[in-house]
């Protein structure tokens, strides 16, 4: 019946009906229906008859709790009660029930007994000095309510963890890793222990000191600082970040990079700082900055010439993926030759945002390596992946050619090498030539076309409208009339 009863709990995820209690009251009573006749002398009798009243009464307690209290706590507007209360509340009156029954039964004056022994009374409040310091400690946590189950506190002694229960004597704290940590009532209500309280999901601000090097504009720094926190997925864009200047160095300045997320664990901001370190190393490169270090010497040291192309790509190699990619491939090698060298190839970090879906842009990209994905928002601000893209494909031409915003957000997935090919790198190629921006527009359609599966009808349209929105932008480099 029981655990008929039991499995229909579990099936529509109400509390489980107690076992361990009613069980044990069974077997008892069982066990003493069982023995023999002759067993059962005058003087045996009350005791086993008085087990097995206390052991029912104790099974009857635990499921009329289990009836009133943890059963309907599966409705929305039904107040469940604190853990520690119920359980101090049983306790009372499971003592009360013992010290009747006894009394009655078993013609034990309990209460009597130890209000007439001075010295028992001493020695049992001796003997539980400790564990009352615990109990009284426990209910003043539950009724004060610093912190819950599901909170991540730590401590002033350097303990932390998620808190997994608070119960008469003790809390039990889950360690991030994986430890369980037993902690008595009364060391966390020690008037001299500081705890810390952090909500299961933030969030909660962290701050990362950068130094950058003194040449690099402060608020050129800032700027770069809060685009790669923007950028990281573990960053809540809610508060939204924020940088500034935090202190000048011998060698560098420091700046203040605050975030939020939603992990209050150590080992949470560990993975979101390297995430960020790794990822302004990154961005520094690509804007041809490098990060600052002290150095001491007794003789003038020379500095290495910085490239404009930060990943080592020379103009001959770029000119070779100018004739790789669909919309240059058409170029002859004079018009490549005076392109390449304005192009640059750069690097990202994974995870980095290429481009942010609704921003504007004047940089048409070329994968040169690694991998990327594509996706875009749905409503609600949830993200849905549309693509995934291998070394060769191209994006961003919609925003260079025809001055739309980014119509998606492209992240990339491992290191990537990207090569930019600016707005402005195109002046020397359609200044005064209208007919190559007509023959751009035919590509860009055609690509458009491929995507889209767009009609000969359409697309001609679009080719039609692409140019015409082509001459506006280059209007004046082509000398065209909007």
Same mark, same amino acid.
């Given at each position: 019946?029981?655990?008929?009863?039991?499995?229909?709990?579990?099936?529509?995820?109400?509390?489980?009906?107690?076992?361990?209690?009613?069980?044990?009251?069974?077997?008892?009573?069982?066990?003493?229906?069982?023995?023999?006749?002759?067993?059962?002398?005058?003087?045996? *009798? @009350?005791?086993?008859?008085?087990?097995? /009243?206390?052991?029912?009464?104790? +099974?009857?307690?635990?499921? =009329? %709790?289990? &009836?009133?209290?943890?059963?309907?706590?599966?409705?929305?507007?039904?107040? *469940? @009660?604190?853990?520690?209360?119920?359980? /101090?509340?049983?306790?009372?009156? +499971?003592?009360?029930?013992? =010290? %009747?029954? &006894?009394?009655?039964?078993?013609?034990?004056?309990?209460?009597?007994?130890?209000?007439?022994?001075?010295?028992?009374?001493?020695?049992?409040?001796?003997?539980?000095?400790?564990?009352?310091?615990?109990?009284?400690?426990?209910?003043?946590?539950?009724?004060?309510?610093?912190?819950?189950?599901?909170?991540?506190?730590?401590?002033?002694?350097?303990?932390?963890g998620w808190v997994i229960s608070l119960t008469l004597m003790s809390t039990r704290l889950q360690h991030v890793h994986g430890a369980l940590i037993t902690l008595p009532n009364s060391r966390l209500w020690n008037a001299d222990t500081e705890i810390l309280r952090f909500c299961p999901r933030g969030p909660i601000a962290r701050e990362i000191h950068v130094n950058l090097d003194m040449t690099l504009p402060p608020e050129r720094a800032t700027e770069i600082l809060i685009r790669v926190a923007r950028s990281n997925p573990l960053v809540l864009q809610t508060p939204e970040p924020t940088a500034f200047v935090y202190a000048y160095a011998d060698?560098?300045?420091?700046?203040?990079?605050?975030?939020?997320?939603?992990?209050?664990?150590?080992?949470?901001?560990?993975?979101?700082?390297?995430?960020?370190?790794?990822?302004?190393?990154?961005?520094?490169?690509?804007?041809?900055?490098k990060l600052p270090y002290p150095v001491r010497t007794l003789r003038p040291m020379r500095q290495p010439v910085s490239s404009k192309d930060a990943a080592g790509y020379d103009t001959q190699a770029r000119m070779d993926l100018l004739a790789q990619n669909v919309l240059f491939s058409h170029l002859s090698a004079e018009q490549l030759q005076q392109v390449a060298p304005l192009t640059r190839c750069v690097r990202f970090a994974a995870g980095e945002a290429v481009v942010i879906e609704g921003e504007e842009g004047d940089i048409l990209y070329q994968l040169v390596e690694g991998r990327i994905e594509v996706t875009k928002l749905l409503e609600g601000g949830l993200e849905r992946k549309v693509a995934e893209l291998e070394p060769g494909a191209i994006f961003g031409e919609m925003s260079v050619f025809r001055g739309e915003p980014r119509s998606a957000t492209v992240r990339t997935l491992q290191e990537c090498v990207l090569m930019e090919v600016e707005r402005d790198d195109l002046r020397v190629l359609l200044e005064g030539n209208p007919r190559l921006v007509e023959r751009l527009a035919e590509l860009v359609s055609d690509r458009r076309a491929s995507l889209s599966d767009l009609s000969r009808a359409k697309k001609e349209a679009h080719v039609n409208q692409l140019v015409q929105q082509m001459l506006k932008i280059f209007s004046g480099l082509t000398g065209a009339e909007s």
């Open positions: 019946m029981l655990l008929a009863v039991r499995f229909v709990c579990r099936k529509r995820r109400l509390a489980a009906i107690p076992l361990r209690l009613p069980s044990l009251a069974i077997l008892t009573w069982l066990a003493i229906r069982s023995l023999p006749v002759a067993f059962l002398t005058p003087e045996l *009798r @009350p005791w086993l008859e008085t087990v097995l /009243l206390l052991v029912r009464f104790y +099974a009857i307690l635990q499921l =009329v %709790v289990w &009836l009133t209290l943890d059963l309907p706590s599966a409705l929305p507007w039904w107040p *469940r @009660p604190a853990k520690i209360l119920r359980d /101090l509340g049983m306790l009372i009156v +499971a003592a009360f029930i013992t =010290v %009747v029954v &006894l009394q009655e039964q078993a013609k034990i004056n309990v209460v009597g007994l130890v209000t007439t022994s001075a010295i028992l009374t001493a020695v049992i409040g001796l003997a539980a000095q400790e564990s009352l310091k615990d109990f009284f400690a426990g209910i003043v946590l539950q009724i004060d309510s610093p912190f819950q189950e599901g909170d991540f506190i730590t401590s002033g002694d350097g303990i932390e060698h560098a300045i420091t700046y203040e990079l605050e975030v939020w997320h939603e992990d209050p664990t150590d080992n949470g901001l560990d993975i979101l700082r390297g995430q960020l370190l790794a990822q302004i190393w990154y961005a520094l490169e690509r804007q041809g900055s």
